[in-house]
Structure formats: structure tokens, C-alpha cells
């Protein structure tokens, strides 16, 4: 390469299974070094938010675009994100004109979403070439995806006599409800159970949980209309309770409440929006999967019993989704039971739109949680989650090496 922008190499030795140094170390460093590309910085994080920190001030001391190499999970990627989105700058980029982060993607997380997502993984257990492929595009001066994000805010209510509100940025996942619980509980198993096998642990405790939550579906820009997909046309429509200005209003209890952006998968083989590469949206919008027991036609009331009885259609649900995605083609019978035929209610409702908010009762503990590319938050009572998808402006986009 000709010229390059600064380079800085970040990665975290703790994530995934622990063997991001030594990879950097025995595959990284040494194909930038044959391909003559010098890393201005090299760096471990050595705390939760230290990539934040490291990517900050890297950023302060050069001006225009640069590179950073990042060794990590969806986690790690999500706090320099938040960090460079959120935080004022200073040094040589204050009062300057952004510019664009562009990131080579290492994968050494757990799940590696982002990655897994950009990079199709042909098998189960990929080699160290796999886990270059970012590197590569890097190195032969390939293109870069811009990402696109969701802006979280999680605000206090009305009547509240603080009005501060926190604000999360993701690049992957946004949710609440079962997948929520799932991240909040999964990381006291970190230790015991580093892999994804953790995340499976934690969705069994929490399976039969349902969470209770008033939901507004915001429209598109250009359509004006929340879009919900119909597996009988095999295409998304505008979604049938639309109001006048295209908002939807949707009354739980819900099951299972989450959204992406960029991402078709949230493991390997764990394809939960198949359709944000199927049927890429022409437009800045998320991907939304929700489940809603009282749309089983068996239905009656909220009881332990019936949660219970649920409980085993999430599994199916879930399953299907390691199953190329084909959660999105379930059907209730008239009886209740599960199948991939007929003209049933779907299981799954698939949303197409600009944005959500998610209000939820105010006894319902649960159903405060909030992930942010797996960094958990907590609605106050009486407050909200609103989620927007956006594309940063005035040149300041982050976007991955392909």
C-alpha cells in the first residue's frame, strides 16, 4: 500500500477464549510486517472500556481517517463506538470536520456477530485464514461497509425531577425481553463457561419468562410505514395497524422483543433476522423479531402453567433459527402446535423499520432490561427505551474492512 493512514492495533486478551495476544501475535503482526504496513500503536485493553479510551486518544493526536485493527467481540467494538460517538473531541480533531474510522475486524470474541455476518463461515471450525479475511481486504486496499447504528436513549419519566437520560450506540444488537435476560445472566457464567454454551445456559433459566411492555413500531423515512414480512409472499408489507402516521402500537406480553442492525446472525449458525441479507433494505432501518404468546390460538390468560407450556415453542422458535433462519416460517395450527405449513398466525412477527420504543410495566422488573451489543441497561420506572437507526453524518462513519 502506497499510503496509509495511522494504524492503531487494539485487541483484548480476555475475550472469547482468551487467545487474542497470542493470535495477534503469531498471525497478525507478522502479516503486516510481510506486507510492509507499519502499526503506529499496538495496545491491549486491560479493563472493561479501556478500548474506548485507547481508540479516544489515538484519534486525538491525528487528524483525517484511520485504521484500527481490532481483536475482539461485538463488546469491544461496541465501547470504542460509544465512546468515540459520545464524547466530546479535543486535541487536534476539536472544531475539525469528522472523519471516518475504518476498522479491520480480528474475530476473538464469543459470538462474533459482526463478523460472522460480513464473513460467512463455510464450517464449524474455521481456520486462522478465516480470521484474516478483514486483514486481507485491508492489506489489498479492498472496499469498507459503512455501518449502520442504533441510538438508544433510555429517559426518565415525565414527572421525573431528573431529566438525564442515557444514550447507547450498537452496531449489532438491540434488545429486550428473553435476549436481555439472556446477556444480564450469561456474564456471572463468563468464568465457568467461556463460549457460547453460556448464553444457552441462560436461556434455559429464563425461557419461561414473559415481559410486559406497550411497544410503538416507528415508520421508515421514505415509505412512512412499519413493514412486517409475510412469509405467504415472501416479501415485507406495510404492517396492517398502521395508524395514520404510520406508527404502530403493539401490547405485549412479550416473549421475545430484539432487533439488529448490520448483522443477520448473532452466532455462527444463529441466523435471528435472516432476512437483513436476504432482502437488504434500500433505506437506514432495523430488522426487528418479536414473540407474543397471546398470538398462539390456545391462548387464555398469563398463568405459570401456560408459561410453562410456551416455554417449550420459544425452544422451537430458537432452534429454528440455528436452522438457517427458518423461525421466520413457523405457524401455529388451530390446536396451537408448531409446523412450517398451513395459513396459521406466524409464531414469529419479522418488523422492517426506522425505530422502536419500548415502555414497560412499571412492576415488571425483567422487562427493564435493556442489551446494547451485550452491554446491559436499566429503564427507570416510569421511563422508556427509544431505538433509532441512523447513519452518522457529516463524514463520520464507521465501517469495516470487506
Known amino acids: 500500500m502506497a499510503s496509509c493512514p495511522p494504524v492503531l492495533a487494539v485487541y483484548n486478551p480476555v475475550c472469547g477464549d482468551g487467545t487474542a495476544e497470542t493470535f495477534f501475535n503469531e498471525h497478525v503482526f507478522p502479516r503486516l510486517e510481510e506486507a510492509h504496513i507499519q502499526v503506529t500503536q499496538k495496545m491491549a485493553t486491560g479493563a472493561a472500556g479501556h478500548a474506548g479510551t485507547i481508540a479516544f486518544d489515538f484519534l486525538e493526536r491525528y487528524e483525517g481517517n484511520v485504521t484500527v485493527i481490532l481483536g475482539s467481540g461485538d463488546g469491544t467494538l461496541h465501547e470504542i463506538i460509544n465512546t468515540l460517538s459520545l464524547v466530546a473531541p479535543k486535541g487536534v480533531r476539536k472544531n475539525v470536520v469528522p472523519s471516518s474510522v475504518?476498522?479491520?475486524?480480528?474475530?476473538?470474541?464469543?459470538?462474533?456477530?459482526?463478523?460472522?455476518?460480513?464473513?460467512?463461515?463455510?464450517?464449524?471450525?474455521?481456520?486462522?485464514?478465516?480470521?484474516?479475511?478483514?486483514?486481507?481486504?485491508?492489506?489489498?486496499?479492498?472496499?469498507?461497509?459503512?455501518?449502520?447504528?442504533?441510538?438508544?436513549?433510555?429517559?426518565?419519566?415525565?414527572?421525573?425531577?431528573?431529566?438525564?437520560?442515557?444514550?447507547?450506540?450498537?452496531?449489532?444488537?438491540?434488545?429486550?425481553?428473553?435476549?436481555?435476560?439472556?446477556?444480564?445472566?450469561?456474564?456471572?457464567?463468563?468464568?465457568?463457561?467461556?463460549?457460547?454454551?453460556?448464553?444457552?445456559?441462560?436461556?434455559?433459566?429464563?425461557?419461561?419468562?414473559?415481559?410486559?411492555?406497550?411497544?410503538?413500531?416507528?415508520?421508515?423515512?421514505?415509505?412512512?410505514?412499519?413493514?412486517?414480512?409475510?412469509?405467504?409472499?415472501?416479501?415485507?408489507?406495510?404492517?396492517?395497524?398502521?395508524?395514520?402516521?404510520?406508527?404502530?402500537?403493539?401490547?405485549?406480553?412479550?416473549?421475545y422483543f430484539l432487533s439488529t442492525v448490520n448483522v443477520d446472525r448473532l452466532e455462527p449458525a444463529f441466523r435471528i433476522t435472516p432476512l437483513a441479507s436476504d432482502f437488504v433494505s434500500s433505506e437506514v432501518s432495523l430488522d426487528l423479531v418479536m414473540v407474543r404468546p397471546h398470538r398462539d390460538p390456545t391462548f387464555v390468560m398469563d398463568t405459570i402453567e401456560a408459561r410453562n407450556v410456551f416455554a417449550e415453542k420459544s425452544v422451537a422458535v430458537l432452534t429454528a433459527a440455528y436452522q438457517d433462519g427458518n423461525h421466520i416460517n413457523l405457524r401455529y395450527t388451530d390446536d396451537g402446535k408448531i409446523t412450517n405449513e398451513g395459513t396459521g398466525p406466524t409464531v414469529i412477527e419479522y418488523i422492517r423499520c426506522k425505530g422502536w420504543e419500548w415502555i414497560p410495566d412499571e412492576v415488571d422488573e425483567r422487562a427493564h432490561l435493556v442489551c446494547s451489543d451485550g452491554a446491559i441497561f436499566s429503564i427507570v420506572k416510569g421511563g422508556k427505551a427509544a431505538c433509532s437507526a441512523a447513519v452518522p453524518a457529516n463524514g463520520a462513519e464507521f465501517s469495516v474492512y470487506v
Not at 167 to 189: K, N, P, Q
Not at 209 to 228: G, M, R
Request: hydrophobic share 40%; net charge neutral; proline share 7%.
Open 102 to 255: 475504518r476498522v479491520v475486524l480480528v474475530p476473538c470474541g464469543t459470538a462474533n456477530a459482526l463478523y460472522c455476518s460480513l464473513f460467512k463461515p463455510i464450517s464449524a471450525n474455521e481456520g486462522p485464514a478465516y480470521k484474516l479475511k478483514s486483514l486481507e481486504a485491508f492489506i489489498m486496499g479492498s472496499d469498507v461497509v459503512p455501518l449502520t447504528l442504533t441510538v438508544t436513549t433510555l429517559s426518565t419519566p415525565p414527572s421525573s425531577k431528573q431529566s438525564c437520560s442515557k444514550v447507547a450506540v450498537s452496531a449489532v444488537v438491540t434488545s429486550t425481553a428473553l435476549h436481555a435476560s439472556i446477556l444480564h445472566d450469561s456474564e456471572s457464567l463468563r468464568k465457568e463457561l467461556p463460549g457460547i454454551e453460556r448464553f444457552k445456559v441462560a436461556a434455559r433459566n429464563n425461557i419461561t419468562q414473559w415481559y410486559s411492555s406497550h411497544v410503538k413500531l416507528l415508520p421508515t423515512p421514505s415509505a412512512q410505514a412499519v413493514e412486517i414480512y409475510d412469509p405467504d409472499q415472501k416479501a415485507f408489507v406495510i404492517h396492517e395497524d398502521s395508524d395514520a402516521h404510520g406508527i404502530v402500537d403493539v401490547h405485549g406480553p412479550f416473549a
